[in-house]
């Protein structure tokens, strides 16, 4: 009985002197019908990531699949409330590929701190949060509570080539 008490005592003690066990996230993300790709280039005179410390801030991200094209059109009109949703999991996806590309282990991400949803939507759509729920959820999913934000969700007239949904994010990661 000691025994089994110790290795509880030792089991829970792990986590707060940072011995955590590694997550396999390229399989996690495979049973979550997940595929990361290289990111696309910044279409501007930006960075799609920028590190302060141990913050990396996100650039605003679209629906951009892995052959470079875009979920687009306004929901509430050209979409329906889970077509939006389905936008901002893809938007989630495409931030993914950024951050992995950018820290190469999704070990290192210590939290998703904050988001930023911009939905593409007719100023009668009142379900901005409802959409970028698919964005959230995700990263759930993903990093399980590591992966619970603070959040805005807007309503936006227009987006850049009228994509469906762009969002930026912070994520705390480790040295």
């Known amino acids: 009985m000691k025994k089994l008490t110790l290795i509880l005592i030792l089991f829970l003690l792990l986590p707060a002197f940072g011995w955590t066990q590694k997550i396999d996230f390229d399989k996690k993300l495979k049973d979550l019908g997940i595929e990361l790709y290289a990111p696309t280039p910044a279409m501007g005179s930006y960075v799609k990531v920028v590190r302060s410390g141990n913050l990396l ?66 100023d009668t759509f009142t379900d901005q949060p409802k959409v970028i729920n698919g964005f959230s959820d995700l990263m759930v999913s993903v990093f399980g509570e590591k992966g619970k934000h603070a959040r805005s969700a807007v309503g936006m007239y227009m987006l850049p080539s009228n994509i469906a949904v762009e969002i930026e994010m912070i994520v705390e990661v480790e040295d």
Do not use: W, Y
């Not at 605003?60 to 875009?70: K, M, V, W």
């Not at 936008?87 to 290192?108: M, P």
């Open 57 to 122: 801030f996100f650039a605003g991200h679209g629906p951009t699949r892995a052959d470079n094209t875009h979920i687009q059109g306004k929901v509430g009109k050209d979409l329906t409330l889970e077509q939006g949703r389905e936008a901002a999991k893809q938007t989630g996806i495409a931030l993914l590929s950024t951050l992995k590309a950018e820290v190469g282990d999704l070990n290192k991400v210590k939290r998703i701190v904050k988001v930023m949803g911009m939905v593409n939507c007719t």
